[in-house]
């Protein structure tokens, strides 16, 4: 049977209010509701038997989940877990990993800020130090290879005592929602024998993955945002190179210390859930089968991008500004950034014109906005889904026009 075009007819698969706009998918996502008896199955299999259920019954869905998701990431499923969430996943690598006092890190200022607030935490506690790139959007790929490059090159030129270890760069970062070159800065961080960690919260579901091809040491994502499994579901990748140094924050029975780096064979274990709400990892394999149902991955990011690239177009046109894009087009995925006309000044202080916008458009105009700064301009990042269409984009123009004007 072919699938029935995207759009606003997949509205009635979501528990989606009626009549809210949910342009802001990037934050939380959301799944099908046909999922929800599963859940509640789930629930009861717990309750019914817990022992049957938690010790030989759940860990056997859970492989299996791993196993289909496994393709999509284009990895063996032997190297990825389950975290809460991509943070779950960043911290369980960064505080684990062994830092040396005086080692460096390199990142940028995209960082999302629980991941920064993270590196903060090893600059006080393992007495790291950052080093920073800062990348002003739009920015072409060549130029953010570059300006990592100049970074790394400047480092080992003022101390080569402490090197550079570790870099935490995005696949996609949150704000501005653009796409990185990942894979590039990734062959060339092992150019300079430096270990990638790369935040991918955003990438699976919206963008093709080959982790087998791009080989990075660590690669985290989160699958409620974009693969519409229930929140508080990530996976966790670990090349095998590395697996005997990852540890989760919080120590289990399977904790085994590891000389050998590649030695992974407390992985599996140390990382699994225990006892905790792990349905959303049991959802996740019908999240799957779901999207495949509808077309699967190739057919749902050709219908998000193409709707951010023209909802993007739409809206500018409206406010009468522009899409941050580069000039070869890689920035944009299925989250776009479109410029805000903001006056300045304006009633309010800067640091209260995104609650401002968000408060607003969830209250008053049921829909949701992510407003930021970036280089001294003020941007709003929308997000494409299945269920959208360019009549929720111009919606969301026309609530953009009245809080702009409001504000002013």
């Not at 940028?108 to 790139?133: A, D, I, P």
């Not at 570059?146 to 003022?158: M, V």
């Not at 791009?214 to 966790?236: E, Q, S, Y």
Request: with cysteine; hydrophobic share 35%.
């Amino acid at each position: 049977m072919t699938p029935k075009p995207f759009g606003k007819q997949y509205r009635a698969d979501f528990p989606l209010e009626e009549g809210y706009i949910p342009m802001n998918s990037g934050a939380f996502g959301s799944f099908p509701k046909k999922f929800v008896p599963l859940i509640e199955n789930y629930n009861e299999q717990t309750e019914k038997q817990p022992d049957r259920w938690l010790r030989f019954q759940a860990p056997e869905k859970l492989l299996k989940s791993l196993e289909s998701a496994a393709p999509i990431l284009g990895c063996d499923s032997s190297d990825i877990v389950f975290a809460n969430n991509s943070t779950t996943g960043v911290n369980n690598i960064l505080r684990s990993f062994p830092f040396q006092e005086g080692d460096k890190i390199l990142c940028y200022q995209t960082v999302y800020s629980n991941c920064g607030k993270t590196l903060e935490f090893l600059e006080t506690y393992k007495k790291v130090k950052l080093v920073r790139v800062h990348l002003n959007y739009p920015i072409e790929d060549d130029d953010v290879v570059r300006l990592t490059r100049e970074a790394i090159e400047r480092e080992q030129a003022k101390d080569g005592t402490h090197k550079i270890k570790l870099c935490l760069l995005d696949a996609i970062s949150s704000l501005p929602g653009v796409c990185k070159p990942y894979q590039r800065l990734v062959k060339l961080l092992k150019e300079y024998d430096i270990k990638s960690l790369v935040d991918g919260a955003h990438a699976i579901g919206q963008i093709e993955l080959n982790l087998r091809e791009c080989d990075p040491d660590f690669f985290v994502t989160n699958c409620h945002k974009w693969l519409f499994t229930p929140r508080g579901c990530a996976i966790m990748y670990v090349a095998k190179r590395n697996q005997g140094i990852v540890h989760p924050t919080s120590i289990n029975y399977a904790f085994q210390y590891h000389e050998d780096a590649a030695d992974g064979s407390s992985f599996r274990e140390e990382h699994y859930p225990g006892v905790m709400y792990m349905n959303s990892f049991l959802i996740l394999d019908e999240s799957i089968k779901y999207r495949e149902s509808l077309g699967g991955e190739k057919a749902i990011r050709e219908y998000t991008h193409k709707l951010a690239v023209e909802g993007g177009e739409l809206v500018a046109k409206m406010l009468g500004t522009q899409v941050m894009e580069n000039s070869t087009k890689t920035l944009t995925a299925s989250m776009v950034n479109v410029e805000l006309p903001i006056p300045s000044p304006v009633s309010l202080p800067d640091s209260q014109i995104p609650n401002f916008f968000m408060k607003k458009a969830v209250f008053e105009h049921n829909t949701a906005l992510t407003v930021y700064k970036n280089n001294d301009k003020w941007w709003v990042r929308l997000c494409a889904q299945i269920y959208l269409d360019l009549d929720d984009f111009k919606a969301t123009g026309e609530v953009l026009l009245k809080l702009i004007k409001e504000l002013e």
